[in-house]
């Protein structure tokens, strides 16, 4: 890269052999980025680990460096330990450790390991061999009560022995901004990277956004009802409005960008060429 901040991409686990060729193919577009790392998710409840593993082994494989999504979900420790084994006889460096969500229709049945523990599971087992991205929530994650317990369970995750975190995906700098401002009050030190989620469609984009606490801004949604038979001017107002913020991110001190790839090249790469970052 040209400078010390840290970009990286994230992939959702493919699930068939379409989806699987997709990853493999916006790969190597993005390959050329020459990004920090890419990510692979974990389904709930781990419902996507053997899809998760075989993307990771696949892409890393090629080169790259590539953390795979990791949480308990519904395995036992021993389940988990034999896979940080596998990953780390894989020559992978690197994880992002979550909570995780329930599968749908497990209801309240399954005992979620908070994040926290699992940060301290995988530094009792393989010590300081992986580098641990954990989740941060600048609007609050939907389950915390307040900002303060909010910033807690993160200082938590960081006094746990992770190395860095990753945001959900926000479209107000400010909400950052006074995250990171927040957290360096409360001494936590580790780097927060924004997390960035390109607009290419308003109903899933307002789907999504309302399963993860994510806000969306009147006067951007107000646009993509606007726009939302107009497919191209969508897509151009997203991108408009994405980049501007990340400038802005950037210009604020972020230590970089994680970008939520949707699977695809063409939302990122319009991006990251407005932004002029190559």
């Known amino acids: 890269m040209a400078d ?3 970009f990286s991409f994230e ?54 460096v590539v953390a795979p999504h990791i949480s308990f979900g519904g395995d036992t420790p021993e389940v988990i330990e034999e896979l940080l084994n596998n990953y780390k006889d894989a020559g992978i460096s690197r994880l992002v450790a979550l909570r995780g969500d329930r599968p749908s229709g497990i209801g309240s049945t399954m005992k979620m390991i908070h994040a926290n523990e699992l940060v301290e599971f995988i530094r009792s087992k393989t010590g300081d061999h992986f580098h641990i991205d954990v989740a941060a929530y600048p609007e609050v994650h939907p389950e915390s009560d307040s900002v303060d317990s909010e910033i807690h369970y993160f200082k938590k995750k960081a006094d746990a022995g992770a190395n860095s975190a990753i945001t959900q995906y926000f479209y107000n700098a400010d909400a950052y901004f006074r995250f990171r401002d927040a957290c360096t009050a409360a001494g936590i030190d580790i780097p927060i990277v924004p997390g960035i989620m390109p607009i290419t469609n308003y109903k899933g984009l307002v789907r999504f956004s309302s399963v993860c606490g994510a806000e969306i ?16 001017a969508l897509k151009a107002f997203g991108t408009d409005v994405v980049t501007d913020m990340c400038q802005r991110l950037l ?12 699977n695809q090249s063409l939302p990122t ?10």
């Open 11 to 64: 992939f959702s686990a493919p699930k068939t052999e379409e989806a699987i060729e997709q990853v493999k193919k916006v790969h190597a577009r993005l390959s050329d980025l020459s990004p920090h790392f890419f990510s692979v998710t974990y389904g709930a409840g781990g419902s996507t680990k053997d899809g998760t593993r075989q993307t990771v082994l696949d892409l890393s494989s090629t080169g790259s």
């Open 217 to 232: 801004p009147r006067w951007i949604e107000k646009h993509l009802i606007t726009y939302e038979k107009d497919a191209e």
């Open 251 to 262: 210009d604020g001190g972020a230590p970089g960008l994680h970008f939520y790839t949707l």
């Open 4 to 6: 010390s901040r840290l």
């Open 269 to 278: 790469l319009k991006i990251w060429n407005s932004l002029a970052l190559s």
